[in-house]
């Protein structure tokens, strides 16, 4: 199966934001076996015998894009990038009703390798990442923005760098200076 071009989803999501409801029926197969990977990533950190499933998590994120009436859609990097936003929202707000936070919820911690975020196993404490990142956007917005980038919207650095709208030095840059950062966070809560 020939993978379809950026240039094609930008121009549907361009459409789209234009009012042209044919465009979001001929745009929905385009980007759903992308976003069933970006959730199928999330999913695969969490723990055994989490409720919410995949396929639930890309509907939800799905319905909540469909309602962004008035997103004027730059590209396809913009919307991946919505979309990780979204997709972090749910699952935080997913552990966070089901009180995963309190002692860690029976999760293991997040942990950072030196390559990219990587979930080293199964039960990722999100709520403890996403209280992270929070922070780190106190700090920094953009390096927090990179990694939800980067780290949930499973974007290049040179997608995130077309989100952002700086250079891919710059969003090298910001990436490491968040994984630092982060880490030193997590293992600190950890203790």
């Known amino acids: 199966m020939q993978k379809d071009s950026p240039q094609e989803i930008t121009q549907l999501l361009v459409a789209w934001s234009d009012g042209d409801e044919s465009a979001l029926a ?31 998590l890309v509907n939800e ?6 309602d962004w009436k008035n997103v004027r859609w730059q590209n396809r990097a913009h919307f991946f990038g919505v979309s990780a936003q979204l ?13 995963y936070e309190k002692r860690g ?12 975020f990587v ?3 199964k039960g990722t404490d999100m709520v403890a990442l996403d209280d992270a990142l929070n922070a780190l ?6 390096q927090s923005r990179v990694v939800e980038l980067r780290f ?11 989100v952002l709208k700086v250079s891919e030095a710059t969003v090298r840059r910001d ?8 880490h030193r966070e997590l293992a600190a809560a950890r203790s």
């Open 152 to 162: 949930f919207g499973g974007l290049t650095n040179e997608e995130a760098a077309e």
């Open 87 to 99: 997709m972090r929202r749910i699952l935080v707000d997913f552990a966070r009703s089901h009180g």
């Open 105 to 116: 919820g029976g999760t293991r911690p997040v942990t950072l390798d030196d390559a990219a």
């Open 26 to 56: 001929r745009l929905t197969p385009l980007v759903y076996d992308e976003l069933h990977r970006l959730s199928h990533h999330y999913m695969s950190g969490e723990r055994a015998g989490h409720t919410l499933q995949t396929t639930a």
């Open 61 to 66: 994120a799905y319905v909540r894009l469909i």
């Open 119 to 121: 979930v080293d196993s």
């Open 175 to 182: 990436w490491s200076l968040a994984r630092a950062w982060l």
């Open 137 to 142: 956007a106190e700090l920094d917005a953009r």
